[in-house]
Structure formats: structure tokens, C-alpha cells
């Protein structure tokens, strides 16, 4: 088909096909003459031309009763076509992005307690499993992410020990149980020697080979992990500064801290404290108008009106920080972002049942679910912001 002129009448079966519309009978006695087919094929005012040089007679050029004939079926032809134009560029924005498989290292600090019947530390305290822990968040963020994100685990190690403290201090069995049951004298400074793990598990190393692309802690109470931090050359804020001392490793890399007193709730707030640190550097030197992380983040406290999704602590009727029940109901965009990047400007009335009522693993499992996940780019920003969350090297 010729697009904005006249359908060649090889293809008006495949106009048939592709949208249900049959070309029309032209009955032609003759074959028409050289100079009539290459009038047909002009584009525009072609059949006006065509009236200049009929003179008075009833028997108008053959090239002028195809096309007036023609005239319905160029109409419904060029409006097919701009429909059919218009679909595929639609489609290639809204396609789905591609599946991503990071392979995961978890690194479980679980205790047998000698004085316990040599029960492990979570036994002790009825704490979760660390491994129906890690079954739950590969399956949230899944569901979460669409199916975009398959996690795998690529290797788990147990270690029957305490990590060690940036100060040199370890806990042992007698000194964390006194710290617990009392719930003081826990020892300061909190923060944990990334380093010393990093060396202890030949991480860099693994990092490097493709073995692993990120890195899962689990422990105890005041274990002394960030919720999140990243390692490795160029390594940036992700919701604490990054591990120094590692900028050997070509690549990125963000290590995960988790405490399995706490469920999958709490992991997933982590991962979406993550979400906001990693998409806050890639539109930090946007304007307002373009920044499309705020916009997604407002809520009705802070914009009256024009609340989207909101952020991990405030949903978009919140009042205060972690406030997920509240039941005042306010004007929401938040559903629109499913169409991204197509946004239609709608909006309804939302409350908190229509994110989990106050359930915080659901609020974050509502929250991530509305995070742009298409194919293409906007104003050179992937489409799909999984891919920057759980690969900050795409993040420049």
C-alpha cells in the first residue's frame, strides 16, 4: 500500500486480512492505456486533474472512474493505515521489558547456642527461617515486578558465628542473649565491618567472575547492617553512603541487610527504600516538570489534590510517617502509572483498602507493582526502572 495515496490492488487482500475491509468491484472491459495507470498511481488532486481534461463528454478517461470509484476505498485505506502507523508505534512503548535473573549470595549469621541445647539462634527466640524468608521476597518481588524479576539464589552461607563490628567487636553467644533479654548494652558503634565480609567470602572476586551479582546479610538484631548499601567502582548512595575500599571491583554491586527477628515486610521496605536512593540519582538533575520520580512519589500532604503513588513511608492519604491505614479518602492518579509512559491524566478516589488497609507488606507490594516496567526510554531513562534498581550499573 501506498501510505497517503492509492492502495495498489496487489495488496487489497491484504487490507481484507489485517482489517475486515473488502476493496471495491471495478470492473474494467479494457486494460486501461499506459498513460492512465500512471495517472492512478499519482498522489492528491489526481482525479480533479483527471475532470480538466475530459471535454463535455459522458464518457469521462478510464483513470477517472477507477478513482471515483476508488474514492471510499482510498479513504478507508489512508485511515487504515494511519491507524495500523499509530498501533505500532503504541506497542513498541508499551511492550513488555525483559525478564532480569540476578544471582544472589546469602550470607545467613545463625548462631548455635551451646548453652541452648544447641538450638540456633532463632529457634531460641521463635524467629523466622531465613530461608522461608528468602522464599518469600524472590516470590513478592516477582509478583511485584510483574514477572520481570526472577532472583535466583546462586549460593547460601550459614555461618554459625557473629559478623564482626567496623570497631573489631564481636558478640559472643553469652554477651548477645544478656544484650537481648535485657534489650540494653548492645554495643556502639553499631555499624558492621563490610570490608572483613567482603574479603572473608571472596565477593569482589565473585562479583567479577559473574557468579553473583548482588549480596543478601542475614542476622540478628543490632547485627549492625544498612538496610541497603553498594560496593564496587563508582558505587553511590543506596540508602547509606557507599563501602569504601572497593573500588577494585569493576562493577557495582548493593549488599542487602537483613534482620530475621523481622518478615518480608520489613525486606521489602528495604528494597524500596533502595527503589527511591538509585532512581533519586538518575533524576537528580532534572527540572520539576521532568522529574518523573517526584511525580510519582507526591501525595496529598504534600500536594493537595495531585497525590500519585506516594513514597515507602507515606502512602498517598498519609498523614505521618508509616501511616498505611488511614481511610480518608483523596484523589489519586496512582492507577495512570500502569499506562506509563502513555499517561492519561485520570485520577480516583483511593483510601487505604485499596493498598492493603494498613497491611505493610502489602503497601509496598502495591507500591512497587506501579513502578514503570515497559520497553523504551523517556527523556533517555529506561521505561522499565527495575532495570536500574536491581542493576545499579545500568544507573550512570
Known amino acids: 500500500m501506498v501510505f497517503g495515496g492509492v492502495a495498489e490492488w496487489s495488496n ?20 486501461p492505456r499506459f498513460g492512465e495507470l500512471a495517472e492512478l498511481v499519482e498522489c492528491g488532486g489526481l482525479e480533479n486533474r483527471c475532470r480538466r481534461k475530459t471535454t463535455g463528454g459522458s464518457n469521462p478517461p478510464l483513470s477517472v ?42 550470607i545467613i549469621y545463625n548462631p548455635m547456642i551451646e548453652a541452648e541445647n544447641n538450638r540456633k539462634l ?30 535466583k539464589a546462586a549460593d547460601t552461607i550459614e555461618i554459625d558465628g557473629y559478623p564482626v563490628k567496623k570497631d573489631g567487636f564481636s558478640y559472643t553467644d553469652k ?38 551479582d548482588e549480596v543478601w546479610l542475614f542476622a540478628f538484631p543490632y547485627a549492625g547492617f544498612y538496610e541497603s548499601t ?26 542487602m541487610g537483613f534482620n530475621y527477628e ?14 527511591e536512593s538509585i532512581m533519586s540519582r538518575l533524576y537528580q538533575n532534572f527540572s520539576q516538570e521532568d522529574n518523573l520520580l517526584a511525580k510519582f512519589c507526591l501525595y496529598d500532604k504534600v500536594a493537595p489534590g495531585r ?21 480518608t479518602y483523596v484523589e489519586s492518579s496512582c492507577d ?13 478516589q483511593m483510601n487505604s483498602k485499596d493498598w492493603g488497609g494498613g497491611d505493610m507488606r502489602l503497601h509496598h507490594k502495591w507500591w512497587l507493582k506501579h513502578l514503570p516496567k515497559v520497553s523504551g526510554e523517556t527523556n533517555g531513562i529506561s521505561n522499565n526502572w527495575w532495570e536500574y534498581i536491581i542493576d545499579p550499573n545500568k544507573a550512570s
Not at 487482500?13 to 473488502?22: D, F, I, N, R, Y
Not at 510517617?321 to 481511610?327: A, K
Open 262 to 275: 523481622r518478615g518480608v515486610d520489613c525486606m521489602l521496605e528495604d528494597l524500596c527504600h533502595r527503589a
Open 65 to 106: 472512474r477507477i478513482l471515483r470509484q476508488m474514492k471510499n476505498f482510498r479513504i478507508i485505506t489512508i485511515g487504515c493505515l494511519i491507524i495500523l502507523a499509530i498501533g505500532s508505534v503504541f506497542s513498541k512503548a508499551v511492550a513488555a521489558a525483559s525478564v532480569i535473573e540476578p544471582k544472589v549470595l546469602a
Open 175 to 212: 554477651s548477645f542473649l544478656s544484650s537481648w533479654r535485657s534489650r540494653s548494652g548492645f554495643h556502639q558503634p553499631d555499624e558492621v565491618d563490610y570490608n572483613a565480609i567482603i574479603e572473608k567470602f571472596d565477593i569482589i572476586s565473585r562479583v567479577e567472575r559473574g557468579e553473583i
Open 230 to 255: 553498594m560496593a564496587g567502582q563508582g558505587a553511590f548512595f543506596c540508602n547509606s553512603g557507599p563501602v569504601p575500599g572497593t573500588e577494585n571491583c569493576s562493577r557495582r554491586f548493593v549488599i
Open 122 to 151: 532463632t529457634e531460641v527466640f521463635n524467629w523466622n527461617d531465613p530461608k522461608d524468608l528468602i522464599a518469600g521476597y524472590i516470590s513478592d518481588i516477582e509478583e511485584a515486578s510483574g514477572g520481570l524479576v526472577k532472583y
Open 336 to 348: 495512570d502509572w500502569y499506562n506509563f509512559p502513555n499517561l492519561q491524566g485520570t485520577s480516583r
Open 307 to 327: 497525590a500519585a503513588c506516594g513514597n515507602t513511608h507515606f502512602a498517598p492519604n498519609s498523614i505521618g510517617d508509616y501511616e498505611w491505614g488511614n481511610n
Open 12 to 31: 487489497a487482500a491484504v487490507l481484507k486480512t489485517v482489517v475486515g475491509v473488502s476493496p471495491p468491484r471495478v470492473r474494467i472491459s479494457a486494460p
